[in-house]
């Protein structure tokens, strides 16, 4: 079956829409902070099931479930397999960065739908940032289970344009906030029993603000994407992938010129000196689509231009796509830097 998604603005009228539809056991598609996500009611098993047939979602990689406060958060939580200082952490870590980017992994109440969990002892939590999300939250009176809005292995939205692209005849209903302030999905930290911290996803809250906060070292799961456990989320090599091939540009010396198509777009963390242009020309010696995510190598400007450009370079003529990370891994750099080396796996390995 298709659809033709509407798209709802955030008023009244639009959110009353929107709850009714969710209540129903259908799906929306709303803004956070960071992406969109494709909402169903966490509490209605259907609505999740809609939600990995929407995205044609392997059943094996679970949802991140979205509370209104920190209470709501609670509910859905084992807090007896959490020890004392591990709680008092969680407590910590919440007020300090909620509503935010940030994802808690944390031993889940009996209660929460194993299809939202895959069948994992643990759920992940957050709060976000967005006022109309947060809202509607609060109308449906119960937490909503929302994966980014795009198919699976995808590019994720960032404006409801781009869901609407993505999902626009798999949904019903998409609430319009605008463009996403942050751009990159949220960091994924899990606290194990004793208070450990482990991040399973980099992303829109940086490691050496969690650090800082809590004067404990983060064991790091994913990064070099070495590692392949259920536990660790986005852990699959080839995600964020746009249609065309893409590469990071440090592979362009593998690269025969002969093998090189006719028009290539590069997609650039910041402006591009006049040495690696050059370079760049010499070896490619084709015309290039450019796109910076920040002239001056900004991390926030980056970030919030990241999915769109890698869209709009996958919706152009180019046929090749190479992508310049960032030079280093600070802040957001890291999850930027994550997200590009992901865009640029063999699909093969989805
Ligand atoms: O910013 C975000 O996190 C966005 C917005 C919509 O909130 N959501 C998002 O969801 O990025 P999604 O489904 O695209 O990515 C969620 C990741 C998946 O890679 C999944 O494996 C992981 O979270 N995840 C969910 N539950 C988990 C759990 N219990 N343990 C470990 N990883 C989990
Ligand atoms: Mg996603």
Redesign the pocket.
């Known amino acids: 079956m298709t659809f033709d998604a509407q798209i709802l603005l955030p008023d009244e009228k639009g959110l009353e829409a929107a709850t009714r539809a969710l209540k129903a056991g259908d799906l929306v598609a709303v803004p956070?902070e960071?992406?969109?996500?494709l909402a169903g009611d966490a509490t209605q098993d259907l609505a999740l099931a809609k939600i990995f047939d929407a995205k044609r979602r392997p059943s094996f990689?679970?949802?991140?479930i979205?509370v209104a406060d920190f209470e709501q958060c609670l509910s859905l939580v084992n807090q007896s397999l959490l020890s004392l200082p591990a709680q008092e952490l969680l407590r910590k870590i919440a007020s300090t960065f909620w509503p935010g980017?940030l994802?808690l992994?944390l031993p889940?109440a009996s209660h929460v739908s194993d299809l939202a969990?895959?069948g994992?002892s643990?759920?992940?939590v957050?709060i976000?940032a967005s006022p109309i999300t947060l809202n509607l939250i609060k109308k449906l009176g119960s937490p909503i289970a929302?994966?980014?809005?795009n198919r699976f292995g995808k590019i994720?939205p960032t404006s409801a344009m781009d869901v609407k692209k993505e999902l626009g005849q798999a949904i019903h209903w998409i609430v319009d906030g605008g463009d996403c302030k942050i751009g990159v999905?949220?960091t994924?930290l899990?606290i194990t029993f004793n208070g450990e911290l482990r991040l399973?996803?980099p992303?829109?809250t940086s490691s050496e603000d969690i650090k800082r906060i809590t004067g404990l070292p983060i064991q790091e799961i994913t990064l070099k994407g070495e590692t392949f456990s259920p536990?660790?989320?986005?852990?699959l090599e080839s995600h964020y992938a746009p249609s065309k091939p893409m590469k990071l540009i440090s592979e362009l010396n593998e690269i025969q010129r002969s093998q090189l198509p006719e028009k290539i777009g590069i997609l650039s963390f910041e402006g591009i000196s006049a040495e690696i242009q050059s370079w760049v020309e010499a070896i490619i010696h084709r015309p290039c689509i450019v796109k910076v995510l920040s002239p001056s190598g900004n991390s926030l400007e980056a970030a919030k231009n990241l999915f769109k450009s890698l869209r709009q370079l996958d919706e152009s003529d180019a046929k090749l796509l190479f992508a310049i990370a960032p030079k280093n891994t600070e802040g957001l750099n890291l999850a930027i830097s994550d997200r590009l080396r992901r865009a640029s796996q063999p699909k093969s390995s989805i």
Not at 34 to 37: A, K, N, P, Q
Not at 61 to 64: A, K, R, V
């Open positions: 956070t960071t992406v969109y996500g990689d679970p949802l991140i979205h980017p994802t992994v889940k969990t895959s994992l643990t759920v992940a957050r976000p929302a994966p980014s809005a994720s999905e949220s994924i899990e399973l996803r992303g829109g536990q660790a989320p986005g852990m």
